[in-house]
């Protein structure tokens, strides 16, 4: 969201604070507030917990003889609040990661850096992430040399912390906001760094977004995130699965099941397909991604650019069964490998107590959605409205030719590829086939519910939101009726 | 690097073998921002100083290019005509900025508190 606030003569950019509930997100910020002389804003605080969010304003520092305006801001750790999150994280210029080290739960804050860090690393250009390594004071806090080894491959910065005393939060916050800078040269050089005022100029700015987005259909805070996101792969909306289980449940749910450990040397007839999808299980086996689930729910996973994931119902007793299974998927998949997406296998893992439970494994893809993301943070309102007409045409060609699918693919902007592809390629967890499925819209009906929210959106945050839609009207009139071009104006206007 | 606690204490020993000692701060060259301040002074605003002396660093970077200078910025020397200003590079990334007030100090007191104080900085 890094932009150049003219009129104060300042660059703005967002350092975002990510991490559990619990890590020691807020605490950093206050320490790291006491330490520049400023103040923490707490909107909608509730005992101490973060509902919302954090906020700093911090101004230091100097880019091209421009002052750095911070805004520092933390998102709620809590799992039922996981949506705020993802919305805090997508403003991000740069994040810094706080973990918590303590031996108990170190665990479990690697698989959230194994999820935040490949999310990271997926933006253009890339968000820089700092691993605030807290909690360092603990007498059973891991050792130093195990922090970076936990990691290795992935280039992230570590750094050591004690936020109930301040040790470390400054150099993690420097560290960041050189990440930023980098970013923000990333954009000036591809001519993508925006001017003007920021879209969120405060805290209560920042609220009413959430707010909306809210309204607009992002999950209420009463929704477990974790049962919203693997119910339904038909409103599938975002790449991330459920977030991995909090550790006090976590020993509880395993005595039931045998936790899937990627195997390469797993045995043949159980892998499909056979050649391939032994070697991504290769891959991913080194990834140490560990999928989770809340209660009986789906399984799911993710990290390191790929998904795991088996409906709550795979899994089987008898052996024969599975087999049959796996053959019926592995048929699914070769009957409409046209509008799939490459890397991907369908393994039957062993469940523990005879059981085989059956497991999908997709490799992540750039979506429509982060293609539209981008375009909408375009400074020219012709480039965006050209964008945003060309995601609505690969959304309705999309929906078009999955109609020759024989299952039912949800069309949604997380679930299509964003390549300008003349065959769309669907990117995201095969569905299970079956009865009883409510029909995906099509035409206007679905440029309606996949682009509207965004549009909704532009036309808040953008001053030049008429000449967007002008040149979406311009775009229209050069094509007939009944058109995804002629829809989107349409709908455009309408707002 | 030394951690923030380890930083804060260097930076009281500084201004203990400074006389005159008005602030002084470790800065961050590539963001101007600062990992450790100490100021003596409410009304000397360090975190600007220290943004635009990050600035003066680049400049003199530049300039050395432009030169075809191959050596390296060991310090950099401003006497005012009331107060002494140093700025010793510590790495390539970061800088200590320290100023003094001239009518108590003088350029080799500034010198020599900043050099045996500033292998601790880059522990």
Known sequence: MAIIDESRGVLVVRIVYDGPALSGKTTSLRALARGVSSTVECPGELGGRTLFFDWVDYVGGLFEGRQIRCQIISV??????????????????????????????????????????????????????????????????????????????????????TATTGEGTREAFVLAVRLALDRVRALSSAGRLRTGKPTEDGPQDLLAKLRTAEQDGAAPVSESFAQAATS?????????????????????????????????????????????????????????????????????????GFRFHSFSHAIFADQSHARSELIEWARL?????????KGRAVILADAGDGKLRLWQIVRAEATLRERLALALALTNPEHVANEVVG??????????????????????????GSSNSYRPTFVGLMPERGNGVTPEPQGQALLERELSPHLRELRRARVDYDEV?????????????????????????GL | MATEKQLSEVLEKIQTDSNGF????????????TLAVKAARSDFDLTAA??????????????????????????????????????????????????????????????????????????
């Open chain 1, 76 to 161: 709620p750790g809590q799992r039922e609040l996981l949506h705020r999150r993802k919305l805090l994280l997508e403003t991000a210029d740069a994040v810094v990661l706080v973990l918590d080290t303590r031996e108990k739960e170190w665990d479990f804050s690697l698989g959230w850096a194994r999820e935040v860090i490949p999310y990271c690393r997926s933006k253009d250009p890339p968000v820089g992430l700092v691993l605030q390594a807290n909690k360092r004071d603990a007498p059973d806090a891991v050792k130093r040399e195990d922090l970076g080894r936990a990691l290795t491959g992935t280039p992230v910065a570590v750094v050591p912390s």
């Open chain 1, 469 to 493: 839609v002008a040149r979406l009207g311009a775009l229209a009139q050069l094509v007939g009726q009944g058109t995804p071009a002629r829809w989107l104006s349409e709908l455009a206007t």
């Open chain 1, 391 to 416: 995601a609505a045409v690969q959304l309705v060609a999309a929906r078009e030719s999955f109609a020759a699918a024989s299952v039912q693919f949800p069309c949604t902007l997380w679930t299509i």
């Open chain 2, 22 to 33: 008005i602030a002084a701060s470790l800065v961050d060259l590539d963001s101007g921002m």
């Open chain 1, 333 to 341: 998949h070769s009957i409409n490998a046209a509008h799939l997406s």
């Open chain 1, 232 to 304: 339904s792969l038909a409103v599938e909306a975002e790449p991330w699965a459920a977030a991995p289980k909090t550790p006090a449940t976590e020993g509880a749910e395993q005595a039931e099941e045998l936790l899937f450990t990627p195997d390469p040397l797993m045995p043949g007839g159980m892998i499909w397909p056979p050649v391939d999808g032994r070697m991504l299980l290769h891959e991913v086996a080194s990834l140490g991604i560990r999928p989770a689930r809340a209660g009986h729910a789906d399984w799911c996973g993710s990290g390191s």
């Open chain 2, 50 to 123: 220290s943004a635009y002396n990050s600035e003066l660093v680049k400049q003199k970077l530049k300039i050395m290019k432009t030169l075809g200078l191959n050596g390296t910025i060991e310090d950099m020397l401003i006497t005012l005509s009331d107060q002494i200003h140093l700025v010793k590079l510590i790495g390539s990334n970061t800088f200590l900025y320290l100023a003094v007030d001239r009518k108590q100090s003088n350029i080799a007191i500034v010198r020599n508190a900043v050099n045996k104080h500033a292998a601790a900085l880059s522990a």
